[in-house]
């Protein structure tokens, strides 16, 4: 499955490498499409492959972490 993304980064995270802890943890690959990140926040328009169950799993922990996810399309 293949899809693309919006996430929006609370500033909290601004010292955390989440999308790399996605890419190491999870069997998902990402492309990054556009991307911008200050102290208070940051956003992502990201592409997302993987099994479904791989792509919910990440959701899941970006969700926990409080990033907020907008799906903008989706291909099998």
């Given at each position: 499955?293949?899809?693309?993304?919006g996430?929006?980064f609370?500033?909290?995270?601004?010292?955390?490498?989440?999308?790399?802890?996605?890419?190491?943890?999870?069997?998902?690959?990402?492309?990054?499409?556009e991307?911008s990140?200050s102290v208070?926040?940051g956003?992502?328009?990201?592409?997302?492959e993987g099994?479904?169950?791989e792509?919910?799993?990440?959701?899941?922990?970006?969700?926990?972490?409080?990033?907020?996810?907008?799906?903008?399309g989706?291909?099998?």
């Amino acid at each position: 499955m293949q899809m693309a993304i919006g996430l929006t980064f609370p500033g909290t995270l601004q010292d955390e490498a989440v999308i790399s802890y996605l890419c190491k943890n999870y069997e998902v690959d990402l492309k990054i499409i556009e991307a911008s990140f200050s102290v208070s926040r940051g956003w992502a328009m990201l592409e997302i492959e993987g099994r479904e169950e791989e792509i919910s799993r990440a959701f899941d922990y970006l969700v926990s972490r409080g990033v907020k996810i907008q799906k903008i399309g989706a291909e099998s």
